[in-house]
């Protein structure tokens, strides 16, 4: 099994700054793709930044130049440094990995969730 904990949710006025941080833990001999994905209320949720299986990163086009995604490959963490935070940024945030197990298997996993909130 494979455990993700994320932290560094809060509150935060308008065009101040959080970091997200999520950790892997468990049973992983390769982490393929990691990255974040936000729900705002009352919508689906959607991708704000991930690395590719190319090394590479996307972006959601809203948050491009605002926020970036990091990772430690080491320590098998992504982070995600988000600025210049506006209301539309208000949503739960969610880690997700993708990971082959030492059998082999490969398997997505979610984080618990956490809250970013930015008061209008």
């Known amino acids: 099994q494979v455990q993700l904990v994320e932290s560094g949710g809060g509150l935060v006025q308008a065009g101040g700054s959080l970091r997200l941080s999520c950790a892997a833990s468990?049973?992983?001999?390769?982490?393929?793709?990691m990255g974040w994905y936000r729900q705002p209320p009352g919508k689906q949720r959607e991708l704000v930044a991930t690395f590719t299986t190319g090394g590479g990163t996307n972006y959601a086009d809203s948050v491009k130049g605002r926020f970036t995604i990091s990772r430690d490959n080491a320590k098998n963490t992504v982070d995600l440094q988000m600025n210049r935070l506006n209301p539309e940024d208000k949503a739960v945030y969610y880690c997700?990995?993708?990971?082959?197990?030492?059998?082999?298997?490969?398997?997505?996993?979610w984080g618990q969730g956490t809250q970013v909130t930015v008061p209008t």
């Open positions: 997700r990995l993708t990971v082959t197990q030492p059998t082999g298997f490969i398997a997505g996993y």
């Open positions: 468990g049973s992983i001999f390769r982490v393929n793709v």
